[in-house]
């Protein structure tokens, strides 16, 4: 933890259990991010791909919901991803007034290729980690994402 993140946690009184989750999201994004733009793919733009593999086609309201990025970015991921040929947007038959997205057949197939070099990259992060101390790190962030969204309502 940062000099500046343990001053934060001890004058609010925070829990040190959030600077670690905190440096421990920024070192997983960090190792993530670098592959993917390896990869010739920004994190966002993996994110997108990922939602539209899964399905025919999302509207970009549901597309922002599943990714967690907002409708203004997700314009212009969009448009690069159509620059690329990897997606494309189609007019909706139920409401000819919006569009969809979804992928094309190369976009489909980048998706494929990327995901897999992508999920064998992470899983070096846990060489070495058996599969009790995996199911107590699963625990643990389970049990943090429940208080977080207790904490919500």
Known sequence: MSTLDATLC?????????GEMTQAWHAFEQFASR?????????????????????????CKTLSEQTGITKGSLTGIVDRLEQNGLAQRVVSREDRRSHLVNLTDEGRATFERVAEKHFAHLQQAFEGVDREELTDIEAGFRRFRQLINHASR
């Open 10 to 18: 001890t004058t609010l009184r925070l829990p040190a259990t959030i």
């Open 35 to 59: 592959h993917l733009r390896r990869q010739g793919l920004t994190p966002a733009q993996f994110a997108v791909l990922s939602a539209l593999a899964a399905v025919t086609a999302l509207s």
